[in-house]
């Protein structure tokens, strides 16, 4: 009975028939167990992907003259890129060209402010020069008028006073000669004028 104890506690172990028995490695023990890989015709996965790549590649440059066709597109894309260069090349001397005419303007425009700023300075100072002109000519005509118009208001007055002096002195001369003269005295001042005549 201990017998068949023993044989229930511990089963039997199984036998597995295996192809290659050396890349078989018992489980638990620490080694690492290797599959075998498939093959065709001898030849390992990565050999026919090698393979198939260089196939492709030559008929690819070969028969297709792909490296041809991508030759042609490079250099068109050179060409391209080459004509642009030449236009930016263009672009940047005549923005250059450009801004040298600008800079010229810039200079010519601050001179011709310059200039017109010392006209307009010497418009202006001669402005002011005939207008002191203009003012001390007409001060003078107007002093000269004024002078004018009190000489002859002293004209005036005098000749009115010479008027008033004679119109009174006729008066007076007329009252007198009124007062002092009678016919007889007439008579003889008419006898004497006649006889000076």
């Known amino acids: 009975m201990a017998e068949t104890a023993t044989t229930l506690a511990q089963p039997e172990p199984q036998v597995f028939e295996v192809e290659n028995p050396e890349v078989f490695v018992e489980e638990g023990h620490g080694e690492h167990v290797e599959h075998p890989e498939p093959t065709l015709l001898g030849l390992e996965p990565f050999q026919w992907v090698s393979i198939s790549m260089a196939t492709l590649l030559l008929i690819a440059f070969g028969f297709a003259k792909v490296h041809k066709v991508l ?49 307009a300075q010497a418009e202006a100072d001669g402005i002011v020069a005939k207008a002191k002109e203009d003012t001390a000519a007409m001060v003078t005509r107007r002093e000269r008028m004024a002078t004018d118009k009190i000489a002859a ?17 006729t008066a007076a001369a007329a009252a007198l000669i009124a007062a002092k003269h009678d016919a007889t005295a007439d008579k003889a001042l008419a006898d004497q004028v006649i006889a000076g005549i």
Request: proline share 0%; charged share 35%; aromatic share 2%.
């Open 71 to 119: 030759a042609r597109g490079l250099d068109g894309k050179i060409a391209a890129i080459r004509a642009n260069l030449d236009e930016a090349k263009a672009l940047r001397a005549e923005a250059e060209a450009l801004r040298e005419e600008y800079a010229a303007k810039i200079a010519n425009a601050e001179k011709d402010a310059e200039a017109m700023l010392a006209n």
């Open 153 to 169: 208001a002293e004209r005036q007055a005098v000749a009115e006073l010479k008027a008033r002096a004679a119109d009174a002195s």
